[in-house]
């Protein structure tokens, strides 16, 4: 079946787009209706509990957890969820070892607020955080290698920025910080299920996201990618029994277990891992390729629109360069992403008005969006 034709079917599945224009995915993606059965059944568990629930939401999770794998071209074992980003990147910190001369961070002014929050944090265990200004430079990774010496512990960079869309070189930023002996951490939250993502090809060590944007899953579920060679050498200190070898057993915790799982915490996320499933197993059916190809065509369409509408554009417009957002500025932008809302036209405002079409949307959504936008810009110029 022709990939559009997959795509048209899947919107059928996603109850949100009858009721709104819904151009959002970059902050919410929508829910597909087959989550209503996971949470039905959730709830029969719940009301007749026993505790040998346990043994399939085990499998549950790890399977999760390894589907995530599959999707960035990773193996079995190398990814572990929890209830967000920022609780996987701030464990990740306390494996890294923070003190003598190679105990810099470095990241850029293009970061969502929880990756230099998290590494100012860790100055008082040693790490030294290095913001590259990097906003409105035509190639931003070439001012980020350029930082990167034999000081440097962590890169720590998006791959598409939130505010912007921006998406970094992460192959060139890979090679100059392992060269420097340095390691790479990504925050993929803006490119997972929008651009493709693979961690081998991209040679990161590791790599962060979450399942409620683009994967159109549970709102609190983030994951981690730790690359398999690398994840025996690390022991994080913020940890919980289920980072343990065999954690079920309720016996001693003797030892980490082996892969990703050393990074996990206490009781795991069940009911996130469930309802981010459904999401991830219709993405995975039509295909990241096929997805990009169409984010590509539809923000190409949202650039032309804005450019008719005299919009200043602040996403790169190169399609290399570009995540699944378009972000435009204009006189009382703040105030016209309100009354988009208000009128069922959803969009997100972070310093700039956000458009995200994703694989559900359509041309046609995407011209009535912009019609009412730029009906509306005009409106707040006058």
């Known amino acids: 079946m022709p990939a559009g034709e997959v795509m048209q079917r899947a919107r059928a599945q996603f109850p949100l787009l009858a009721e709104c224009c819904y151009l959002n995915s970059n902050s919410t993606g929508a829910v597909p209706a087959g989550v209503e059965a996971v949470l039905a059944e959730y709830a029969r568990t719940l009301f007749h509990w026993r505790d040998a629930v346990w043994e399939g939401w085990w499998r549950d999770v790890h399977a999760y957890a390894d589907e995530l794998a599959a999707f960035i071209g990773a193996p079995p074992g190398s990814v572990v969820t929890d209830c967000s980003l920022s609780s996987l990147l701030g464990r990740l910190g306390t494996s890294l070892d923070w003190r003598g001369e190679r105990r810099r961070v470095l990241t850029t002014d293009l970061e969502f607020p929880t990756t230099p929050f998290i590494w100012k944090a860790f100055a008082r265990w040693g790490a030294e955080l290095v913001v590259v200004p ?5 190639r931003p990774e070439e001012l980020l290698t350029a930082a990167i010496d034999e000081r440097t512990r962590l890169v720590c960079v998006s791959h598409a920025a939130f505010a912007t869309g921006t998406l970094l070189d992460v192959r060139a930023l890979a090679r100059r910080a392992h060269a420097h002996g340095a390691l790479l951490a990504v925050d993929a939250y803006q490119s997972v299920g929008c651009v493709p993502v693979d961690v081998a090809e991209l040679d990161v060590d590791f790599l962060l996201a979450g399942a409620h944007k683009w994967l159109c899953g549970s709102i609190e579920s983030g994951f981690l990618y730790v690359r398999p060679q690398l994840a025996a050498e690390l022991e994080p200190v913020a940890t919980g029994w289920m980072a343990s070898e065999d954690p079920l057993s309720f016996g001693p915790a003797l030892g980490f277990a082996r892969g990703a799982r050393r990074f996990a915490s206490g009781t795991p996320q069940v009911l996130p891992a469930l309802i981010s499933r459904v999401g991830l197993a219709i993405l995975a059916g039509i295909g990241v390729p096929a997805i990009r ?11 032309a629109r804005a450019d008719e509408a005299g919009l200043e554009v602040v996403t790169p417009r190169e399609p290399a360069r570009r995540g699944g957002v378009v972000a435009l500025r204009f006189p009382g932008d703040a105030a016209v992403a309100t009354e988009l809302v208000r009128r069922n036209f959803v969009c997100s405002y972070r310093g700039a008005l956000r458009v995200a079409p994703h694989f559900y949307n ?9 019609d009412e936008l730029g009906t509306l810009a005009r409106a707040a110029a006058r």
């Open 362 to 370: 359509t041309d046609e959504e995407v011209d009535r969006f912009m």
């Open 134 to 138: 990097v906003a409105g430079a035509a």
């Open 293 to 303: 190809a169409h984010s590509l065509r539809l923000t190409r369409r949202v650039l």
